[in-house]
Every structure is written in C-alpha cells, then in structure tokens.
C-alpha cells in the first residue's frame, strides 16, 4: 500500500465488467495536462494491470491490443506491431532488457475501475 | 591478372567455376566460359524431370554472379593453339590463357546402323534433344490413326530406362532393345537384372535382352526398327541412348593424347602432358578410364580448382564414388561401391525374394569385415545407410543388413570419414562439424556443406544425423504446450474440447500466449467452431482477427472487401471510392486484384464496413492466416487465346474457400492459358488451363525464398479438380506447423510432392472422404464475420478508440499528404535505439 502515500489521484475509467477477460482495452486519461494512454487488462484470474499504451518498439499506441499469456509465469501482453512481450507486473520488456513501458496502479471501487496517476 | 578458360558449360564446368570462385578471394583469375548450348548451366541429371512439368528455368544451376567470370554461350571452341595458349570459337573469338580446363563432357555413342538419321530418331541428352521428343510424342498422340502409339528405346542402361519412362508419360508405348542380357548392365548383377526387368514390365515397359538393333526403316510415315533377332518393331519414335563417347575431338586435333577407349588422359590432378591444360568430368580419362557420373565429375573440378590456386589436391581412381540410385515407373534400383564383385577374392551375399518383388546384394572382402559394395532392386531405402560405409568395417552381419526385418543401420554405424553426399563428396565428419558450429536444420546444412543440394537421396540421413547430434528439432508450439500444431489439431478434433481454458488445463501448462493463442484460434476455426469473436475465442485472436483488419504501422487499419476474382462492378467501384473519400483513407490496388483501404481508426471500422456490408460487400479476411484471394486473368470471355473461363473458376474457388482459416495465408490463381497472365505457378494453388481441362499446381509462393508450384494433376475437369484442392487444403490445414508455407510444407514431408500426391490424388492413406467431409462443412459454415460483427451489439462494443472516450480519435495518430492522398506522419520512437 505504499502507493497510496504517494500523492495519486485516483481516476475512474469505467466499470471493471466492461474489460473482457484475457483480453486489454484502452484509456484516454490526462496528467500534468497532457494526455496519457493507458492499457488496462483483466486477467482470468480476476487481476487488472495498467501499463503505457505505447509501444516503444513502433510508437504507435496499441498495447491494449495484444495479446496476454504468461512467459516463464510472469503475466505479459505481447505488443501486435513486432510481438516483443512486456511484463504486466513490472514493464519490463522480456525481449530487450534496455526498454520499459510505465506501469499505474489500479483499484476497483464500487464495482468502477480506477488508474492512479501522478 | 591469369585468364582461365573453361571450355564447357555443363555440370561440372559449372562447379569448376564455382569453386574457383569460392576459393580465389584474393581475385587472381578471370574466368572465361565457353558453352556450346545457348542455354545457362543446368542440372543434367535431373533431364527427366522435364516431362513431369519441371521447366528448363527449374533446372537452371544457380548463377555465378561475379565481376571476375564472363561466360560466351553458343560459342563452342573450333580450335585450341597450344603453343601461342590461345582457343579460337566457332563466332571467330580467339581467347588467350594461362589455364585451359577442358569440361566439354561427353556426345551419344549411336550405333551406326542404316537410318539412324531419319526424322523421328533422337538421342536423349540435351534439353534441346528433349524438345524435339516432346514435339515428336505429341505429333503422333495427336495424328488421326487407330493402334497405339510407340517407341523404341536402343539401349536398356540408366538413361534408356530414365528415356522409356519420359516416353511412357508422353503417351507412347516404349520398347527397351538392350544388347546385353540384362537391364542395366554396368550397375547391376544379374539377379537383380533379371528381378529388375520383371519389375519393369509390370509397368507395361516392354523389353527386349540380348539383341540389337540392325537398322531403322520408314513405311508410311512411321518408323521399322530392325533387331538382330529377325523382329521387326514399329514406331513413332526412335530413342538412341546406348552409351556415350567423350568428346575429346578439340583435344584430339590439338595433339594431347587420349586413352584407348577416348577420353583426354589426365593425371591424378586431372592435368594433361601440357601443364597449361586440364580436364575434368566425362571428358576426362583419369588414369585411363572415363566417368559418366556427376560426383567424380565435380570431384575432378574440386580438385582443379585447388591446383590452380596453388594447393596439392589430387584424386585417384579408388576414391571415385560410381554410386547410382534410379526410381522409375515406381522401380527402385541401386548400385554402390564395387557392385559387381570384381574386387579379387570379394564374396557376395544376396538376399532375393521373388514374392516380394525385392533383391538385394552386399558385396564384402575375402575376409568377410569390409563392405566393398553392392546392389539393391525393388526395394533401395537401404542404399543411404548402406552406400556409405563402403570400404568400412561391416557394422552388422551382412545378410541381417539387407535381410527383410533385419538389423536397422542407422547413420550412428557410419566412420566420421564415410561418405554421406557422394554428389558433392561431404563426409559425416564435415556434417558433424558444421553442426556443432550452428548448423541445426536441414536448410543450415545445405547452404554450409553442400550435402542433400543434388540428388537429394541423403537428406533423410542429414536428419537422423541432426538428431544424433544432439539437436532435438523440437515439436513443441510454445512453453505452453510440448506439441506440434499438427498434433493439437489432433488433440482438439479428437476430444471435442473447444475452449482455450479447458485445453491448456489438460494438455497444456501457464496461461498461454500470443505463439499457441492464435494456434489454436485458427484450429478451432478449422473445425467450424462459430464466429471467431464469439466466447471465449475473442480473447485468443490477433489484433488483425480481432479487429477483423490489418494493423498498420501507425496503430490504424486497413480495409480490404473480398472482389472475388478481380471481377467488380462499376457500381462497386463507386461504393468503394464513395467510403474512401468520406473517410478520408488512402486507397490502393493490390497484387491480389483487390482494393485496399488505409488508415481506418478502429472506432471508423463499423461505419465503414456498415457502408460495404449495406452494398453487398464482405470481408475479404486480408486480416487473417486464411485464404485471400484466387487471381485471375480474364479467359475466354474476353481473351483471344484464352482455353478456359478462367474468371469464372476464379471466382467459384474464391467462394469456395473464402473465410478458410490456415497456418499460414494461402493465396491462388488461375490462368486462362499457358501464358499464365494470373501467375498461378507463384501461389499456394494454382490452376492453368489446357484445351481439354486443368492443370493443378501446388506448394509455390514460399515466401523470403521464392518458389514455382509443382504439377500434381493435370488434364483434370471441374469437378475433379475441385475435389483435389479441397483434398490438398484441408490436408494443409491438419497436417502443417504454425505458419509453414505450404511450399515448406510439402519440402519437409518425407516423401516430398510424391508423397502428397499418392495422399490426395491416389487416397493411399484412406483419408480423403474425411477431408472433403472437412471442406464440406467449412463451405456451408461460411458467413461473412464483418455482417456477424453488425448485428451483434455485444461484438461492437469492442470497436472502441477508448474505453472511457469510445468516439475520441486516438491523438498520436496524424496523417500527411502524399501525391494528393493521407499517408502517416513516420512516429517518433521513443526509448528505441534507432
């Protein structure tokens, strides 16, 4: 819970029943004035991660758009332009240990997901 | 600089070149070739391979491109002045050097009895000679006359038989005149000859032993064959492959001695008396005697190349590999090593039996310990392991080696010094070299050694030795399931399983990822599984089957409607243009006869496709592993030349087949004619017209490395052929690996395009009536995926740019305009080296 002592500001992106499982979708959200995009993915196992929707690779914003499996048992999402896997937990990419994608906090609250951002 | 000049340009001269080459980094030869046929290098010894589709392009050597080689062809050397070192040519080129290799291999020995010149007579050596027979076959197939139409074959060798094949599949009926009791009497005894023969005349080759042909007549526009034996046969055309001669005639005026039987003589380094002139190949006579095979030919030229540049490579008579494997009219026939048993003191052991239809024979030294050589009839798959440990120690006793059920020699009973390719003389212990130094895969072999590149008898040795090398050539899709694709389509056909979930839990481990997800997505499709966004199967397809299209570079889409065949209306043109222009995406036309839309947000998909559904439109599935399109070009309707409705069986097997999903995309096309303006011998299937029916070709395309598809039927109606490729797909979609081509695919399977045909033409494994069944079932499945996702509001939910915008356009993405249409503003990459 050391998230929380940092200075987040939690904001409510949609109702968690609104994610497919196994699958990501996209969210338009704004920090320090500037527009952010976040890739949000529901698991099977009920967890939800937010990583960067960016893909550092191509630059075009579609993270949410991959695919997520597991390598070695750290969850990924497999980005759909080159297919480099990024860990959900960390965003590390697996694949090139020099590039990372930024990873938020998530909570569900009243059944409503929300990202906490800077 | 040295000039070489290598008179000749056949196999061997070939490979004189390309080892020269190969080795002369430093530049200190230019190489000039002098070929007689105005035709580039080509593979001789797979001439036959002609009447069975394969074009004179296929069998072209590759080319030696290099700034250093000039090569004149249709410019046979006249005239050699040994003393000024100059060669005159027949177009009047005179060519100084400082080394002369002679390669001009060898000329058809015709016996000289009265009428060997008439029209209707050839020889059986060029792919010129070829021609003339083709023409000649089919003159006669097609002359309005009652009786069967024949041939006679003079001389029942390796070629005479290779010659009665290719005139059997030309539509003749040919007769072998050999005048030795036996077929094939250089490479085989006389059991196996007399097994051999019975062989053959089961399939209906009519053979004639012990006489010869006396002369050759004309009645009636046909021709009399006259044998010794007082028999007259008659026929339309006349083959002569009764040996041949080496053509020595340059050498011979030159002054430079020639053996007894022909042949320029030549030392063990292939060199003549004249110290500025070589001869290697079927010219040669090394030490005295001649070779008219391919691998002592390239191992003379090895050895050339090594002494021009300085080296000591010599070669003798002992060391000459005179191994031949033949498979004709479905007679396998093999002879290695010292097959006749001439070796003094040599033993022989032989295993025939007649019922079987097999005969084998190993030949050993006095003392029963080495393996001199030996003879396989009937049945040759031992000849890989067996011809190599010629002049080895016998790893077995010898009648269970060759005994039906016996001991099962694998490449571990082989020396590292056996040889494993004798075309191309590579060893087992070169091959294990170049596997520990990384060469994993039967193509990695071939591009560092050479092995299996000729004949390509050694390739099932290349694997087992991979195997016992160590490098396990794993089956496993991914870490989450150890098996092949294959063997989970099995899995999934044969449990009925058809959730993702249940499957990883029982015959999988982890949770899966974007390797077997899509894997087995496209195998539940396969197997008519409902709408690929339906359920659970969402979650395991690719952006592209997700979205139900392309991903772009940019983050945006491309829309692709099917136009089956090429063929679309004006009014459908003016819908596409219509969606394009509204929204503002860039169009273009494709290599696939269709039209492509570009720059669709994922939001815009829906109204797009609302817009193409509404005019009759549907998905062309550009976005998934399936088929695209079937490539046409416009046939008889409108052109002057065209044999068949090409567009119409164009548009019928895209129908067909559309929406069909696959381990790799496959594409099709059909040509109304020969001159092939759909290029259908560059796709997946493809289908050219004849004046009676269709020709089916398969396993072109092939992706970074381009390939010809392959004859498997021809002559064939609609139906039939119909038959055939829902047979070949569906056989494709079972049996192929994630993302094999089916060019590789029918490369890896044992038994290669034969063994494909015998499955889907002849039904050898019993599986066809299921894999129409199969073809059946996807046809009436079909619906079009775009109408299924309109009608679903649950499926459309997904086409959002933002789950908490759903109609803001994704801000990163921006266009600029480029010769008046939008095209994407390149993307900065952050955090990524260049």
Redesign the interface.
């Known amino acids: 819970m050391t998230a929380e002592m940092i200075d987040l500001r939690w904001e409510t992106v949609c109702l968690v029943d609104r994610l497919l499982p196994e699958r990501g979708a996209a969210a338009l959200l704004a920090a320090g004035g500037e527009p952010v995009q976040v890739a949000l993915f529901r698991l099977a196992d009920g967890t939800i991660h937010a990583v960067g929707n960016v893909d550092p690779f191509s630059g075009a914003a579609v993270l949410s758009r991959g695919i997520v499996g597991d390598r070695g048992g750290v969850p990924i999402v497999a980005s759909p332009v080159f297919k480099q896997a990024f860990s959900l937990v960390t965003g590390q990419c697996l694949d090139d240990p020099a590039v990372q994608v930024p990873v938020y906090p998530v909570r569900v609250a009243d059944g409503w997901l929300q990202v906490g951002l800077p | 600089m040295k000039e070489l000049v290598v008179v000749g340009n056949g196999m061997v001269g070939h490979r004189l070149v390309q080892a020269m080459r190969d080795r002369d980094t430093a530049g200190t030869w230019r190489i000039t070739v002098l070929g007689e046929e105005t035709r580039p290098a080509y593979d001789r010894v797979a001439l036959s391979s002609y009447v069975d589709g394969k074009t004179a392009e296929d069998l072209t050597l590759p080319e030696v491109a290099d700034p250093l080689v000039r090569l004149h062809l249709g410019d046979a050397a006249v005239a050699l002045d040994r003393d000024a070192r100059v060669v005159r040519t027949a177009s009047g080129r005179e060519l100084p050097y400082d080394a002369l290799v002679l390669a001009t291999g060898s000329v058809p020995f015709v016996p000289p009895v009265p009428g060997r010149d008439l029209p209707g007579c050839f020889v059986y050596r060029t792919l010129d000679d070829l021609d003339a027979i083709m023409a000649a076959a089919e003159r006669a197939v097609s002359a309005a006359r009652p009786g069967r139409r024949s041939a006679v074959v003079v001389g029942g060798g390796l070629l005479g038989l290779e010659a009665a094949r290719a005139l059997r599949l030309l539509g003749l009926s040919p007769q072998v005149v050999e005048i030795a009791p036996r077929l094939m009497p250089v490479q085989v005894d006389e059991g196996g000859g007399a097994l051999l023969r019975r062989l053959v005349e089961s399939e209906d080759l009519q053979v004639r032993c012990g006489v010869s042909v006396t002369g050759i007549g004309e009645d009636r526009g046909r021709l009399i064959a006259s044998l010794s034996d007082g028999i007259e046969l008659d026929a339309d055309v006349v083959v002569f492959s009764a040996g041949i001669r080496p053509a020595d005639g340059l050498a011979r005026a030159a002054g430079l001695p020639v053996g007894e039987r022909g042949g320029v003589l030549v030392n063990t380094a292939c060199r003549t008396p004249d110290p500025h002139v070589w001869a290697v190949g079927e010219v040669a006579a090394l030490e005295g005697r001649t070779y008219g095979l391919v691998a002592p030919g390239y191992a003379m030229a090895e050895v050339v190349a090594d002494r021009l540049l300085g080296g000591e490579a010599t070669m003798t008579p002992a060391e000459l590999d005179m191994s031949t494997q033949l498979k004709m009219l479905g007679v396998d026939v093999a002879s290695f090593g010292d097959a006749l048993g001439r070796t003094p003191g040599a033993l022989e052991v032989v295993v025939n039996d007649p019922v079987a239809g097999t005969y084998a024979k190993l030949v050993v030294s006095d003392d029963a310990k080495t393996l001199l050589g030996g003879v396989l009839v009937g049945d040759a798959s031992k000849y890989a392991t067996l011809r190599p440990l010629v002049g080895s120690p016998l790893p077995a006793d010898p009648v269970a080696m060759i005994a039906p059920g016996g001991v099962e020699l694998g490449a571990d009973a082989l020396p590292d010094s056996a040889q494993i390719c004798s075309c191309n003389a590579v060893t087992k212990g070169a091959l294990r070299e170049a596997i520990c130094g990384g060469a994993h895969d039967v193509p990695a072999l071939k591009a560092c050694t050479r092995a299996g590149t000729s004949c390509g008898s050694c390739v099932p040795l290349l694997k087992t030795l991979l195997a016992q090398e160590g490098v396990e050539v794993s089956k496993a899709l991914c ?2 399931f150890a098996v092949s694709r294959a063997e989970l389509f099995e899995i999934i056909a044969g449990t009925g399983i058809r959730t993702f ?1 249940e499957l990883i839990a029982q015959h999988g481990t ?5 390797i ?3 894997a087995v997505a496209s195998i539940l499709a396969s197997l008519g599984s409902g709408h690929v966004l339906s359920a ?1 199967q ?7 089957d ?2 139900l299209a392309n ?1 772009q ?3 945006t889409y491309s829309v692709v409607p099917r136009i089956p065949g090429g063929e679309i209306t004006p009014e459908g043109l003016i819908v596409i243009g219509e969606v394009a222009r509204d929204f503002g995406l860039y169009t273009k036309i494709t290599g696939g006869q269709r039209i492509d839309l570009f720059g669709a947000r994922v939001e815009q998909l829906p109204a797009i496709w609302r817009r193409l559904v509404d005019a009759g439109f549907e998905s062309g599935h550009a976005y998934g592993k399936a088929l695209r399109t079937v490539k046409s070009c416009v046939g008889t309707t409108w052109c002057r030349y065209g044999q068949q409705d090409s567009v119409g069986l164009a548009v019928a097997l895209e129908l067909r087949y559309r929406g069909l999903r696959a381990p790799h995309k496959i594409k099709s096309g059909v040509s109304g004619c020969a001159r092939e303006c759909a290029e259908a011998r560059s796709k997946d299937f493809g289908v050219i017209a004849t004046e009676t029916g269709w020709n089916l070709y398969v396993g072109g395309n092939g992706g970074f490395t381009p390939r010809h598809a392959e004859l498997i039927a021809s002559d064939v109606d609609t139906d039939t052929l119909i038959t055939l490729i829902d047979r070949f797909l569906m056989f494709y979609i079972r049996t192929a690996d994630r993302l094999q081509r089916t060019a590789s695919w029918i490369e890896a399977m044992d038994g290669g395009l034969d063994h494909l045909r015998a499955v889907i033409v002849d039904d050898s494994l019993g599986i066809c009536s299921d894999l129409e069944a199969a073809m059946e079932k996807h046809v009436e499945g079909y619906a079009d995926e775009w109408r299924g996702v309109l009608e679903d509001p649950e499926k459309l939910e ?1 086409f959002v ?5 759903p109609e ?1 356009p ?4 921006s266009f600029v305009t480029e010769r008046g249409q939008p095209v994407p503003v390149t ?7 260049a």
């Open positions: 870490e989450h979930s982890g949770r899966g990822c974007d077997c997800k899509p659970e969402a979650a395991l397809q690719d952006t592209n997700h979205f991903l570079r940019n983050g997904r740019s933002f789950v908490n915008a803001t994704d801000p990163t993405i993307l900065g990459l952050p955090g990524v080296r």
